[in-house]
């Protein structure tokens, strides 16, 4: 007989999300952990110096707050500690000649200011992030719930008998445009392209990948409408918000507890070994791990083989880290970016297509798409009063390393030591000539190279943080795999959810929400 209902492998907020709606229905739940720590990458350290507490991945949970999991555990997580801080200005573009465009969280606002740049892009800017308001029913529930099923083909039918089946085809035909072409046909300022096209790094694609557009359009809506908010303490605050629930609803957490194998009998789970040699029976098996850690180590025998094809599953570009400690605040050589969320340091385009193409053929770029957080500007509690924190993740760093495109930094293969802070001295040296008293406030730095990542994190396979390669042949009803239907797996009572599933990557909560509902919640 099963000792639980629900085991679920991993703290992510895939994780936690399915743990606490599952818990609250009233099932017994257990959650294990490999690591001394819950939350994956939602994870708070003091790695710099005493007092400065830092978001070392996952800082920002827009896709959180606007996705259907925040709202169905919402007011149970407030009660538990999660706390949200925002600012007016969700993002910013800071381009080399120290030009600067900042997004507000109003409409009308951002309409003029576009149009005051060039005539009509602010017009477009409302016709774009208008056409997502309009759209918002039909495409983020396309975004978020099981694809194949017979929810998703209501949706569709519904769409067609509205709108008709030509305008439908028409509609997919343009969410399928890339950024570049949505960019360079649409505005006509190269301000108004270099704010929005960084964010498509953010998803995993790049400006040339098939989608990039609709997704760019969707982050634009959702960070005009939501902002860009951070966790009151940090992001492994809202880990321990989650935590404190799953147990008030009589859940259970495991750290330091890594699964060795789920077992299997007659096409059923019954429960997994952990490393120790320990037993654990229960129902069903919810798996938050990667495509290679479920099929290649927890899984063996025939049931494998029904999901494996010679397609290999592909893993994106890794991400680089890089965190400050300052003594003081940030007196940024533009204006306007004092109270800015996110800053993106980007030419355009060009530069952002560039950086991320030397990044997937495995060379250090030479100007590396640097996305810059403020969170002490937001969160006082991060840090020592009068001082501040800024928080570097370089989106377009190689996994593997071939060599550095610039011909300057020396490389061995791989992420060794001298070649992360070599590369971070190259991301440093572009945000000083940005910032005025850089060097009068640095008190400290702390670089995480993909392989870094992965240590810390066994889901971001080489450093990949959105769960592998998010190219429309790995994506919706194809990911992982062509043959897996939604989260399930060819074994009964056993579950694939995380980044490498629908809906994918981010801090949405998407497929634990989905599986937790499937099972009753």
Known sequence: MADIDHLIIGSGINALVAAAMLSRKGDKVLVIEREDQIGGCMRTDEITLPGFHHDVMAATFVLFITGPAYAALADDLTQHGLEFCRTQHPTAVLRPDG???????????????????????GDQHAVDVGGIEKDADFLFSLLGQPLWSRGAAMLLAKRVWKHGLNRTKAWFGEALEPARGWLETRYASPDVQALWVPWVLHTGLTPEATYSGQMARVIAFALEAAGAPIVKGGAGQAAQAFASLIRANGGEIRTSTEAARIVTRGGKVIGVETSSGEMIYATNVIASTSPGQLYDELLTGKAVEKVQSEKKFRYGRGNFQLHYALDGPVDWAAEGLADVALI????????????SNEAERGMLPVTPTICVGQPSRLDGTRCPDGKSILWLQIPDAPSNIKGDAAGEIKTTGGWDVATREAFADRIEAILEKHIRNFSAIKLKRVAYSPADLERLNINLVGGDPYGGACTLDQFFVWRPAAGQVNNATPIKGLYHIGAATHPGPGLGGGSGFNVAKSLGA
């Open 99 to 121: 030009r600067s465009l900042v997004l507000t969280m109003d409409r009308n606002r951002n309409v003029a200011k576009f149009n005051a740049i060039t005539e009509g892009d």
């Open 344 to 355: 993106h340091l980007a030419d355009g385009i060009d530069s952002v297509s560039k950086s």
